[in-house]
């Protein structure tokens, strides 16, 4: 465990700074500064003591600082790590940083998910073991290279003319005969006799004409497609409107939507008015909902496919078919009973072009207006059933034709006595045999053979190597995608990750995901920027969310956390308060479970909070201040910084009792018990110091009652316990199904109203 910051000098906003030297710290340590003091400076010695990486502390030598960075940072054991002369002495901490590194080296870039991280992750989830199998993996595979290298270069040795047309191995693998040369003039004579055959051997038999068909199925369903969950009353206010506003209006108003869901506006870009008082706005957001753009999504998908399924190179391959059909017909005619082609393709072109462009407007109108029931007039159905019918008509041309054909294959084997390509095959593997025999050649199919030899036996080698790792990483990413998805739901995210697995590549092993919203599956990467993808679907908080939900992850699935020195730098950055509660939540849980936990942060009322969670251990606390032009280390009062939330717990549970607000449940029904406690430490200070819990102190005024040291009367003692009770199903510490704890409504509007009562005497 670090015990002190001994020194920092010439590195980033210090100078020379021996003040840590008396600052210990515990095994929950926090650390407050305001920006640009030098916390992410503070982090990154941190993370360049656990990598051993001498990096992250030599691009932040001290602006005209005199000297090299020097730091001194000891150890519970009076052990120093020093760092000096451009590296560390020794490496006796393992240490793991979250920070702007970690997420950008591991599991994201902005809003980009490359292969590096994918790769880095890959190792972060497979541990020191996996790292050590893959390793293990990866030098087999390297040395399998170096004999592909060996195989090339003796394989070029033995060139095209020796071989015949066979490839290297194959040509090495023949097997010699006593009898080659006459075996080879034979050969030459068949093939000789063979080049007289007819030109039948060399044609073609008939192939089936096909053009794509129409799904008016699927197209009539589509068209007449409306959404199901937008009232009646929402329905026909707004498409009143749109119609007021004129052609196109559903269209543009749909995109200013869209704009303000995305910006999450509460004003109108354009007049700045209010939009939360806007009825229409609020009808616009029912009217145009996820299953609108899924309509419109799909509708478009509908466009794209018949663009491609009825694209002119289509409908030209179709017209080629048909010529070539007919010069083979004429060919074919003087040997066999077969019709003439009777097929009119500039009919069939014309009804398939009609019908294509009669769909295509169809699609375009209900993409247009997707609300609307585009109906099919009778026209166009006519004009589609004419082309089915040409369509079928052709499957009866193709049936008599592929009939033909067994015809063709009779008189193509009875035609010829033999095959040209065959005898011409035989022919050259014979000179290639001849070839491979002869001293010079042989010499270099033997040593061919010998590095074809040790490359199988390092390859079985490699399948081992790979079934180990593979056995491994089967067992650890399900149990990794188990833990991530579990700290995701802690974090209430709207989404999951899915098919976290394993990917082998030649530039190495590399971890691959989707993210899971809705069920539905969303990948990290997309060559398409029209399609979802993680950098589209996902918040700034969720992105946060899900970096948090890896690291702390990854922390659970280490065998030897115990050992682990925790460094955590402003995790709640775009967090929401449920996000930073429950980070709060995590760390105070982290803490017994590894070695040490240091939490750096901008965010004074994050770490306050987190003090106040964490009375039980207690953590130590220090600052980053301002000295001179340089920064310091200093000791941090939090007691003195710290802000009640009672205020805001007693603004919410009134709030309820008022208005009913349901959004607001869950949070009123925690906070009762903080505004019980917090009454309770205004009115007992001396028998409730913070840190305490309301159960014993109630214990306490049990025991108290009727005496001369009285706290509460009795009926104020049974009503703490009673508000106490109901209040502690909505706590971690005395439920552990708290976050899925059902509310009742009237239940909690009762203890609401008695808990303020009670406060208020």
């Keep these: 465990m670090l015990h002190n910051i001994s020194l920092i000098r010439n590195i980033g906003k210090f100078d020379s700074v021996d003040a840590g030297s008396g600052l210990n710290l515990q095994e929950l340590a926090l650390i ?33 600082g005199r000297g090299e960075p020097h730091v001194v940072i000891t150890d519970s054991n009076a052990n120093r790590a020093v760092f000096e002369d451009g590296s560390w002495n020794e490496n006796i901490f393992s240490i793991l940083v979250f920070d702007d590194h970690f997420v950008t080296d591991n599991i994201y870039a902005g809003t980009n998910v490359d292969s ?16 050590a199998l893959n390793a293990s993996l990866q030098s087999i595979v390297q040395r399998i290279e170096q004999h592909n290298q060996v195989l090339r270069e003796r394989g070029a040795r033995i060139t095209t003319q020796m071989r015949f047309g066979f490839s290297v191995d194959e040509f090495c693998e023949l097997q010699n005969s006593d009898s080659i040369d006459v075996e080879i003039q034979e050969a030459e004579r068949a093939l000789s006799a063979a080049k007289k055959s007819a030109a039948i051997s060399q044609r073609n038999e008939f192939t089936p004409i096909v053009i794509p068909d129409f799904d008016m199925e699927a197209l009539g369903l589509l068209l007449s497609k409306i959404l199901s969950n937008v009232e009646t009353t929402a329905l026909e206010r707004v498409q009143n409107h749109l119609d007021e506003l004129g052609d196109g209006s559903e269209s543009w108003v749909a995109q200013g939507v869209n704009l303000t869901n ?16 806007s009825q229409i706005i609020t009808l616009y957001q029912s009217f145009f909902s996820r299953e609108y753009l899924a309509l419109k999504e799909e509708v478009t998908s509908a466009l794209a496919d018949l663009m491609t399924t009825h694209r002119t190179e289509v409908l030209a391959a179709f017209e080629r078919n048909v010529r070539k059909l007919i010069e083979d017909r ?5 040997f066999i009973q077969i ?18 462009d009669a769909i295509q407007s169809l699609l375009s109108s209900k993409l247009e207006s997707p609300l609307e029931v585009i109906a099919i007039g009778a026209e166009v159905r006519e004009t589609i059933n004419q082309y089915h019918l040409r369509r079928n008509a052709l499957s009866d041309v193709n049936a008599t034709y592929q009939e033909a054909n067994h015809e063709i294959r009779r008189i193509k084997e009875s035609s010829a006595a033999s095959n040209i390509a065959t005898l011409d095959a035989d022919l050259n593997r014979l000179r290639a045999i001849n070839s491979r025999y002869t001293d010079a050649v042989s010499e270099l199919c033997n040593d061919y053979i010998t590095e074809t030899t040790l490359k199988a036996a390092t390859e079985v080698e490699r399948t081992e190597a790979r079934q180990a790792l593979d056995d491994y990483r089967n067992r650890v990413f399900p149990q990794y995608q188990e833990a991530i998805n579990r700290y995701l739901v802690r974090f209430n995210a709207g989404y999951r990750l899915d098919n976290v697995s394993s990917v082998n590549n030649r530039g190495g092993s590399s971890c691959n995901y989707n993210v899971l919203i809705e069920d539905i599956a969303v990948p990290i990467t997309s060559s398409n920027d029209t399609e979802p993808s993680f950098k589209t679907t996902l918040s700034s908080g969720d992105r946060n969310a899900l970096a948090l939900a890896f690291f702390f992850a990854s922390i659970e699935m280490n065998p030897s956390r115990e050992e682990l020195i925790v460094i955590i730098d ?5 967090l929401d308060d449920h996000r930073t509660l429950t980070t709060i939540q995590q760390i105070r849980e982290l803490v017994p479970t590894v070695e040490q936990v240091i939490v750096l942060s901008h965010s004074k009322p994050f770490l306050c909070n987190l003090w106040t969670a964490t009375q039980n251990m207690p953590p130590s606390t220090m600052k980053i201040i301002r000295s001179g032009s340089s920064s310091t280390l200093s000791n941090w009062d939090v007691r003195a910084d710290s802000i009640t939330e009672h205020d805001h717990n007693y603004a919410l549970v009134t709030d309820f009792i008022e208005n009913g607000n ?24 001396n028998m409730f110091p913070p840190g305490s819990l309301l159960g014993p102190f109630i214990g306490m005024c049990q025991q108290r009652e009727n005496t001369s040291n009285q706290i509460f009367p009795e009926q104020k003692r049974i009503e703490l316990r009673s508000l106490l009770d109901y209040a502690n199903q909505f706590h971690h510490d005395t439920n552990p199904a708290w976050q899925t704890q059902i509310i009742n409504d009237q239940e909690l509007l009762d203890h609401a109203r008695r808990t303020i009562s009670f406060i208020n005497l």
Aim: glycine letters at 6%; proline letters at 5%.
């Design 662 to 685: 349901d959004e607001n449940k869950r949070q009123v029904a925690v906070a009762l018990r903080p505004m019980l406690e917090a009454f309770v430490r205004v009115t007992c200070p």
């Design 339 to 356: 019709p003439e082609v009777a097929i009119d393709t500039a009919v069939i072109t014309q009804f398939w072009r009609n019908s294509f």
């Design 32 to 64: 407050y500064a305001e920006n640009g003091r030098g916390k992410t400076t503070l982090a990154s010695i941190l993370r360049s003591l656990g990598n051993q990486e001498s990096l992250p502390i030599t691009q932040r030598r001290r602006l005209g």
């Design 116 to 131: 590096g991280h994918r790769q880095n992750l890959h190792e972060l989830i497979i541990g020191a073991e996996g790292v």
């Design 262 to 277: 995305e910006r999450e506006l509460d004003d109108c870009p354009f007049c700045q008015q209010e939009l939360s008082g």
């Design 570 to 574: 402003d995790p709640m950055t775009s």
């Design 330 to 334: 004429q060919f074919w005619a003087e």
